[in-house]
Nanobody, 123 residues
């Protein structure tokens, strides 16, 4: 099992920034694709961003392109999501996730999940 712990959420005003972190234990993340998903209030979980094991291949949801950046530090077994120019519609519970295969936007295909961290953006 790969155990993921995500953190860094909080309350921020619109236009502000936050950095989320996800640290893995049990296995190294060096051979895993890592990603971030979010669940908006009263909505289904949706894809946000993902990174291949080396970080040389990334993918972003259209709603966050140009504002969010995913990065990873395999030596620290940690993946990050830098969020800038935050909007009220970004308010959600954010989850980190891992899978042994390639990047996919379908949350049903990801194997391991963090507990989730709340991000609230006020107007």
């Amino acid at each position: 099992q790969v155990h993921l712990v995500d953190s860094g959420g909080g309350l921020v005003q619109a236009g502000g920034s936050l950095r989320l972190s996800c640290t893995a234990s049990g296995r190294t993340i060096s051979s895993y694709t890592m990603g971030w998903f979010r669940q908006l209030p009263r909505k289904e979980r949706e894809f946000v961003a993902a990174s291949s094991w080396s970080g040389d291949s990334t993918n972003y949801a259209d709603s966050v392109k140009g504002r969010f950046t995913i990065s990873r530090d395999n030596a620290k077994n940690t993946v990050y999501l830098q969020m800038s120019t935050l909007k009220p519609e970004d308010t959600a519970v954010y989850f980190c996730a891992a899978r042994p295969g390639r990047i996919t936007v379908d949350d049903r295909t990801w194997n391991y999940w963090g507990q989730g961290t709340q991000v609230t953006v006020s107007s």
